[in-house]
């Protein structure tokens, strides 16, 4: 019976497929090459999407003046916000920023605060 079981074994193991690692290797290359493209899609969308931003954001600037109003927009880059301004007309001080710039170093400071937490590198 010995003799059988180790035939039978060795007739299963040598009928079982061999794996091509050179194709394994290939479908493994081609995801990197996807996730680049993908991430370097991902990043002129980003770079697009801020270019509009801007330039939606000029628009509004441009009309706020035509309308004779004291109120500018901006946007800050480092948390990705828009914000507005209340200017005086006499001086051009400005007399309320929504959100708020402590609001805006508050958030940016907690932006980097969760990037540290989150940090895949580390």
Avoid: W, Y
């Amino acid at each position: 019976m010995d003799i059988f079981s180790a035939t039978n074994k060795q007739a299963v193991q040598s009928a079982q497929p061999t794996v091509d690692t050179s194709m394994s290797t290939r479908r493994s290359v081609e995801k990197v090459e996807q996730n680049a493209d993908a991430s370097k899609k991902q990043s002129l969308d980003k770079k697009d999407i801020k270019q509009q931003l801007n330039n939606t954001i000029k628009h509004l600037n441009d009309h706020m003046k035509s309308l004779d109003t004291n109120i500018t927009f901006g946007f800050n880059d480092k948390i990705d916000t828009m914000f507005v301004n209340v200017m005086e007309r006499s001086t051009g001080k400005i007399i309320r920023k929504i959100p708020t710039e402590e609001a805006m170093d508050l958030s940016e400071k907690m932006k980097e605060i969760v990037g540290m937490i989150f940090d895949k590198k580390g």
